[in-house]
């Protein structure tokens, strides 16, 4: 099992698709990188633990706090990351974050088939 972090955004298309990656699959830990009406907006069958953040600041400040969202959290060399949900410049923060954290990622997403790594 490894460890799942996703970019999670306000969209509802994109809140059940996420909802759909955390269910389908066996994940050890799951991380959803979101702001505060993401966090008050999204149930999941399982337990998330959400990285809350401000998408309003410039992007350095944003890939400092959600570096340190997940400091010391992640529990292996690599994690499940889905990028589906979010804007570009949220997606470049989350992947430099976790660069800066020294993990290696394997993009995943849900299809006809389950979830699937891309």
């Known amino acids: 099992m490894t460890d799942l ?4 955004s306000s969209g509802e298309k994109s809140r059940a698709h996420v909802a759909r ?3 389908d ?14 966090k008050n907006n999204f149930k999941a069958g399982r337990m998330a633990e959400f990285i809350v953040v401000d998408f309003q600041k410039p992007v350095f400040e ?3 706090d ?3 969202g997940l400091k010391g959290k992640i529990t292996d060399l690599e ?6 949900s979010g ?9 430099s974050a976790l660069l800066k954290l020294g993990v290696g990622v394997r993009l995943m997403a849900v299809t006809k088939e389950g979830v699937r790594e891309l």
């Open 5 to 8: 972090v996703a970019c999670l």
């Open 21 to 23: 990656l955390i269910n």
């Open 25 to 38: 699959a066996d994940w050890k830990n799951v991380f959803l990188v979101t702001n505060e009406t993401g």
């Open 62 to 64: 944003l890939i400092e």
């Open 66 to 68: 959600i570096r340190k």
């Open 79 to 84: 994690v499940a990351l889905n990028l589906v």
């Open 87 to 95: 804007s570009g410049k949220e997606h470049m923060a989350i992947l």
